[in-house]
């Protein structure tokens, strides 16, 4: 079976012609994702097309905390709030996928017209996952086609389409994923080209890619903390860190020993550089530290 090709951008990343997809693990997640990608538009003379029953004001970025004045960019026609009803359901109440595609071409032509420079379009698919309103995979596997077919050849379109990985079977968010080209994450805790650092959610901690050297021993521990906060255990993704130092190692061990009792510090992926330098360390100078999962990732992009 021929395995799928992904462009994977940080939300800040996506641009013009992205058919983007997130699968979160929950409201963190999704909020970390979906509010920066609603609030750099409309900062940015872009307009903002969400389809979503939530109320306006409640949805990612434009809470009470962000200062967000929503009804002035609704009234700018900046900031567009369908409804299901309006957007996707025939009069029956059922998921009609082709409404739904003219609905996203009317709105990005509108766009167009009202002098805007970029239309951004999101919403969240993960109720027609749900029982007993369960719709058909393969009506959705085709709004989702029709919709990549409207948005990546766009030069004003770029659209993320949302789904809780827990509303489904894993074959059918693998094969809803599959309709997308571009998977949209948060954007780094830290990038300087030698060191990023990304938040995972499920589990909870970090993915740590490039090299962990002796100068940026501060960011990273930084990171560790905030995100150690407040949780039980961590996970470390190193499935992409390339070199680690002996003073990162020290660095893990002696965060480690700050953790609740009984909690360890957990690796997952081990690159094989990397797992050499702990091997010849020896885990036995590590407490705290544990080996964690050794799947492989390559069909689990995008889905967790």
Same mark, same amino acid.
């Given at each position: 079976?021929?395995?799928?090709?992904?462009?994977?951008?940080?939300?800040?990343?996506?641009?013009?012609?992205?058919?983007?997809?997130?699968?979160?693990?929950?409201?963190?997640?999704?909020?970390?994702?979906?509010?920066?990608?609603?609030?750099?538009?409309?900062?940015?003379?872009?307009?903002?097309?969400?389809?979503?029953?939530?109320?306006?004001?409640?949805?990612?970025?434009? @809470?009470?905390?962000?200062?967000?004045?929503?009804?002035?960019?609704?009234?700018?026609?900046?900031?567009?709030?369908?409804?299901?009803?309006?957007?996707?359901?025939?009069?029956?109440?059922?998921?009609?996928?082709?409404?739904?595609?003219?609905?996203? @071409?009317?709105?990005?032509?509108?766009?167009?017209?009202?002098?805007?420079?970029?239309?951004?379009?999101?919403?969240?698919?993960?109720?027609?996952?749900?029982?007993?309103?369960?719709?058909?995979?393969?009506?959705?596997?085709?709004?989702?086609?029709?919709?990549?077919?409207?948005?990546?050849? +766009?030069?004003?379109?770029?659209?993320?389409?949302?789904?809780?990985?827990?509303?489904?079977?894993?074959?059918?968010?693998?094969?809803?994923?599959?309709?997308?080209?571009?998977?949209?994450?948060?954007?780094?805790?830290?990038?300087?080209?030698?060191?990023?650092?990304?938040?995972?959610?499920?589990?909870?901690?970090?993915?740590?890619?490039?090299?962990?050297?002796?100068?940026?021993?501060?960011?990273?521990?930084?990171?560790?903390?905030?995100?150690?906060?407040?949780?039980?255990?961590?996970?470390?993704?190193? +499935?992409?860190?390339?070199?680690?130092?002996?003073? @990162?190692?020290?660095?893990?061990?002696?965060?480690?020993?700050?953790?609740?009792?009984?909690?360890?510090?957990?690796?997952?992926?081990?690159?094989?550089?990397?797992?050499?330098?702990?091997?010849?360390?020896?885990?036995?100078?590590?407490?705290?530290?544990?080996? @964690?999962?050794?799947?492989?990732?390559?069909? +689990?992009?995008?889905?967790?």
């Amino acid at each position: 079976m021929e395995t799928p090709w992904f462009a994977k951008r940080p939300v800040s990343g996506v641009r013009p012609g992205d058919h983007g997809w997130l699968a979160y693990s929950g409201a963190e997640e999704r909020d970390r994702v979906i509010g920066p990608f609603v609030r750099e538009g409309l900062e940015t003379n872009e307009k903002v097309v969400y389809v979503t029953d939530a109320p306006p004001d409640r949805l990612p970025g434009l @809470g009470p905390r962000h200062r967000i004045d929503v009804d002035a960019y609704r009234r700018a026609g900046q900031l567009r709030v369908i409804s299901r009803q309006d957007a996707c359901l025939d009069r029956y109440g059922g998921f009609e996928p082709a409404r739904m595609v003219d609905t996203l @071409g009317r709105e990005v032509d509108a766009a167009f017209g009202q002098g805007f420079r970029a239309c951004r379009i999101t919403t969240d698919y993960s109720w027609l996952l749900d029982e007993p309103r369960r719709s058909d995979l393969g009506q959705m596997l085709g709004c989702e086609h029709r919709v990549g077919d409207a948005v990546s050849p +766009s030069t004003m379109a770029m659209a993320i389409c949302q789904i809780d990985r827990h509303a489904c079977r894993r074959d059918e968010l693998i094969a809803l994923r599959d309709t997308h080209e571009v998977l949209v994450e948060v954007n780094p805790e830290f990038d300087d080209g030698i060191l990023k650092i990304v938040r995972t959610f499920e589990p909870d901690g970090l993915r740590v890619e490039g090299e962990l050297d002796a100068a940026r021993h501060a960011v990273f521990a930084e990171k560790l903390t905030l995100v150690s906060k407040d949780r039980d255990r961590v996970h470390l993704d190193f +499935s992409r860190l390339a070199f680690i130092d002996l003073g @990162g190692l020290h660095l893990l061990a002696q965060h480690a020993t700050v953790l609740p009792a009984r909690e360890p510090l957990v690796l997952d992926h081990l690159a094989p550089d990397v797992e050499s330098v702990i091997e010849m360390v020896g885990w036995h100078r590590l407490p705290g530290i544990a080996r @964690g999962s050794e799947r492989a990732l390559s069909d +689990s992009e995008g889905i967790g």
